[in-house]
């Protein structure tokens, strides 16, 4: 496991302990890069090389230079090819984690990094599927409720792929739970984490371009307006490499 951490020089050192305590949860490499204030993503991004994560600190800006500039953070998600972990206010020990399914293919690379996270650390698992972000096909007019039975059916697709996800925790050991929720995709999102004591937030990276996120519900980019927690966004991992929710237990 090999992962980079990117820094500006003015760095907490509460995020520096943190990428080092992960480090040692993964059983991997780390080094460490200071980025300039200005071209940083893509500095990260030709950094990136052969690294399996990317462990960002986003560096603390005013309000206004956000509204001048835009937010370094959605530059680096949207131009670094691998997995980021953006470390906002870290939380350490990892105990509880939850994961986002969207019915996307990468929902299994974030299953990947749930499995290598949660083994090591013992954490309990959430799983949230945000259904109404499901396409309309699958949701009846009549109600929410009865649009949810149709998704958890196993001959629905969002049904299959959602045992699919639980069977492969289930294969690690890992107390995975489901929680459903109503309403848009954001509000869901933004209830489980404030009613759940979650240490990290895992969610496969958004598999389209900027225009299509723009029609097709894009939860990435508004959640890391407001999310106060670490955000993994998982992107598939290289071929050479064995997918860990794939292998055998022992």
């Known amino acids: 496991m090999r992962i980079l951490a990117c820094f500006q020089d003015d760095q907490d050192e509460k995020i520096q302990a943190y990428a080092d305590n992960l480090c040692g949860l993964l059983q991997g490499q780390i080094s460490f890069s200071e980025i ?37 953070v959605h530059k680096v998600v949207n131009q670094t090819p691998v997995s980021i972990l953006v470390t ?31 083994r090591p650390s013992g954490a309990k698992v959430g799983i949230l599927p945000v259904l109404s972000s499901f396409p309309s096909v699958y949701a009846p007019a009549s109600s929410e409720e009865t649009a949810l039975g149709e998704l958890l059916s196993p001959n629905t697709q ?30 869901q999102i933004r209830w489980e984490v404030a009613d759940g004591n979650y240490d990290l937030i895992v969610v496969g990276a958004e598999p389209y371009g900027r225009w299509q996120r723009l029609l097709m519900d ?21 071929a050479a490499q064995n997918s860990v929710g794939d292998k055998e237990h022992d």
Do not use: Y
Request: charged content about 25%.
């Open 218 to 238: 894009e939860l990435i980019a508004p959640m890391m307006g407001w999310l106060n927690r670490p955000l993994l966004i998982a992107r598939p991992v290289r």
């Open 88 to 118: 906002c206010r870290p939380r350490w020990p990892i105990q509880n984690i939850l994961l986002i399914v969207r019915v996307e293919e990468t929902d299994e690379a974030a299953v990947d990094w749930v499995c290598r996270l949660a």
């Open 36 to 72: 300039p204030a200005k071209g940083g993503a893509q500095r990260i991004k030709k950094e990136a090389g052969d690294r399996d994560l990317i462990l960002f600190g986003e560096p603390k800006q005013s309000l206004l230079k956000q509204l001048l500039s835009g937010s370094p």
């Open 158 to 187: 969002p049904g299959q792929q959602l045992r699919h996800l639980s069977r492969r925790l289930a294969q690690w050991q890992i107390e995975g739970i489901l929680h459903f929720r109503q309403g848009e995709p954001a509000w």
